[in-house]
């Protein structure tokens, strides 16, 4: 077996590692890193197209946390007798810090041996300089890999982004309009996806859509599911975002919404010139940022994670002469 390529270390952005896929091959080691989950399903649709033409390259997957590092290495090390090359996938890989020192050498041998053309993807949702300093087997993984950075992008390139793809859908959004869906979700592309092709349902086949037209969308239900209540959070009007969250529990995941309320409520603190708007956005910011972690780090199950939402959401109301509002 072959020493494989490209696990060096490096840092490189989505295009930069495309050129990079398309001048030395596919085959390697690399991390996925950072919280843009459609650039990610991108470039896992990128590697098996260039690992197989006909895309049905095997794929092993591994969830952190769960399978075991052997299992890993095995997989990296075994080649089917009719595809030459493999795919292993280890998801979440910040989870296996505290797999045994022998266990972790063995998949670091393994990521030195891998069989010609096969390819070697760890994932996870930390930014590159957060996973590489959370313990020893992340260094490892981090130097073992080409490090893909996966963070959300910059709000002119997001708007740019919007633009783009909604004329794809066959829908011409307005730079104001895509103002909007930007400021209401955020720069996550994944997000901004979903809401474009609920629009491009909606709207008819080649209709510019303004923000007049964008809001008349919203009012009739078909667009911005969780956008009245993400405001009512923010704007400090707890009940009413309560009897929001009653309507769209059943639909939205909590950490989709744990985003849009991060995001905006840290684009409120910096266009915030201080007083009691910037404090309670600071406090709701926290509460969020520690059931985020919570809910990371297992200590908060999933069959709990609503009842932790609305207690954030109750503990961050603002005091005020009437009684707070109880988490249903």
Same mark, same amino acid.
């Given at each position: 077996?072959?020493r494989?390529s490209?696990g060096?270390?490096?840092?490189?952005?989505?295009?930069e590692?495309?050129?990079?896929?398309?001048?030395?091959?596919s085959?390697g080691c690399?991390?996925?890193?950072?919280?843009?989950?459609l650039?990610r399903d991108?470039?896992m649709?990128?590697?098996r197209?260039?690992l197989?033409?006909?895309?049905?390259?095997?794929?092993?997957r591994?969830?952190?946390?769960e399978?075991? #590092?052997?299992?890993? %290495?095995?997989?990296?090390?075994?080649?089917? &007798?009719f595809?030459p090359?493999?795919l292993? /996938?280890?998801? @979440?890989a910040?989870?296996?810090?505290r797999?045994g020192k022998?266990?972790?050498?063995?998949?670091f041998?393994?990521?030195?041996d891998?069989?010609?053309?096969s390819?070697f993807?760890?994932t996870?949702?930390l930014a590159?300089?957060?996973f590489?300093?959370k313990?020893?087997?992340?260094?490892?993984i981090?130097?073992?890999?080409?490090?893909?950075?996966?963070?959300?992008?910059?709000?002119a390139?997001?708007?740019?982004?919007i633009l783009?793809q909604?004329q794809?859908?066959?829908v011409r959004?307005t730079?104001d309009?895509g103002?909007?869906?930007l400021?209401?979700?955020g720069?996550? #592309?994944q997000?901004? %996806?979903?809401?474009?092709?609920?629009?491009? &349902?909606?709207?008819?086949p080649?209709?510019? /859509?303004?923000? @007049?037209?964008?809001?008349?969308?919203?009012?009739?239900?078909h667009?911005?599911?969780?956008?009245?209540?993400?405001?009512?959070?923010?704007?400090?009007?707890?009940?009413?975002?309560?009897?929001?969250?009653e309507?769209?529990?059943?639909?939205e995941?909590?950490?989709?919404l744990l985003w849009?309320l991060?995001?905006?409520a840290?684009?409120?603190i910096a266009?915030?010139?201080?007083?009691?708007q910037?404090?309670?956005?600071?406090r709701l910011?926290?509460?969020?940022?520690?059931l985020?972690?919570?809910?990371?780090?297992g200590r908060?199950p999933?069959?709990?994670?609503?009842v932790?939402?609305?207690?954030?959401?109750?503990e961050?109301a603002p005091?005020?002469?009437?009684?707070?509002?109880?988490?249903?």
């Amino acid at each position: 077996m072959a020493r494989a390529s490209g696990g060096e270390g490096r840092t490189l952005r989505y295009a930069e590692w495309v050129a990079r896929l398309d001048s030395a091959g596919s085959g390697g080691c690399f991390l996925f890193s950072g919280p843009e989950t459609l650039l990610r399903d991108q470039a896992m649709v990128e590697l098996r197209s260039r690992l197989s033409s006909s895309g049905d390259v095997p794929v092993d997957r591994f969830h952190g946390g769960e399978a075991s #590092l052997p299992q890993v %290495a095995n997989a990296c090390l075994t080649v089917g &007798l009719f595809h030459p090359q493999r795919l292993v /996938v280890l998801s @979440d890989a910040d989870r296996c810090g505290r797999a045994g020192k022998r266990d972790q050498e063995a998949l670091f041998a393994a990521l030195q041996d891998l069989p010609d053309g096969s390819c070697f993807v760890a994932t996870t949702s930390l930014a590159p300089r957060e996973f590489g300093q959370k313990n020893a087997f992340t260094k490892g993984i981090t130097r073992a890999c080409v490090v893909l950075e996966l963070s959300h992008p910059r709000p002119a390139e997001a708007l740019r982004w919007i633009l783009g793809q909604s004329q794809k859908l066959g829908v011409r959004l307005t730079p104001d309009a895509g103002e909007m869906l930007l400021g209401k979700i955020g720069p996550d #592309l994944q997000e901004l %996806a979903r809401e474009l092709e609920k629009l491009s &349902l909606f709207a008819e086949p080649g209709e510019t /859509v303004d923000v @007049d037209r964008l809001q008349m969308l919203v009012r009739q239900g078909h667009l911005g599911s969780s956008w009245e209540l993400c405001d009512a959070v923010l704007e400090g009007r707890i009940g009413d975002a309560l009897r929001s969250w009653e309507a769209v529990r059943a639909t939205e995941p909590i950490p989709r919404l744990l985003w849009i309320l991060q995001q905006r409520a840290r684009d409120g603190i910096a266009r915030s010139r201080g007083g009691g708007q910037d404090v309670r956005l600071e406090r709701l910011l926290l509460a969020l940022d520690e059931l985020e972690h919570g809910i990371k780090s297992g200590r908060i199950p999933s069959v709990g994670e609503q009842v932790a939402f609305e207690r954030a959401l109750v503990e961050t109301a603002p005091p005020a002469g009437r009684g707070r509002p109880r988490p249903s």
